[in-house]
């Protein structure tokens, strides 16, 4: 397994597509963690001086040797569940929406300093996996 949860939560969460997204963009090991908004906002803060939970944080492992992991997303149970029910689909998707993101900036994308190019990604990932086109919406706010 390319991915290695650790799940805090009692959010669902179904592997294989996770799984196969991670599988085409990397060979390396991701690390996964679904926390709660009270613990991503504690990272938020120590690691970006904001203040506020949000729905995904990302921490890549600089070093690329051996078998070190890609490095570690974080993601918020209660984003997940908000988001979902915002834009009207399921919370599978919404998570896999929120994984493909945290991947990207894991992999050096960065869509507030790049020209669309992360949201292109996004876009071409969401397509390619046949994902519901309704997480194209997220890709554009």
Do not use: W
Not at 26 to 33: Q, W
Not at 82 to 102: N, P, V
């Amino acid at each position: 397994m390319l991915i290695e949860l650790e799940n805090q939560t009692s959010l669902p969460c179904e592997m294989k597509v996770l799984e196969e997204i991670a599988c085409s963009l990397t060979s390396r090991p991701v690390e996964l963690i679904i926390t709660d908004n009270a613990t991503i906002q504690e990272l938020n803060r120590e690691h970006r001086n904001k203040d506020k939970p949000t729905d995904v944080l990302s921490f890549p492992i600089e070093a690329d040797f051996g078998e070190l992991p890609l490095g570690s997303i974080v993601i918020s149970d209660t984003f997940v569940r908000e988001k979902a029910e915002q834009y009207g689909h399921s919370i599978q998707d919404e998570l896999t929406l929120l994984f493909i993101h945290g991947l990207l900036h894991l992999l050096g994308y960065d869509h507030e300093c790049d020209n669309g190019e992360m949201r292109k990604k996004e876009e071409e990932i969401i397509h390619s996996f046949g994902l519901p086109s309704s997480l194209i919406v997220r890709t554009e706010g």
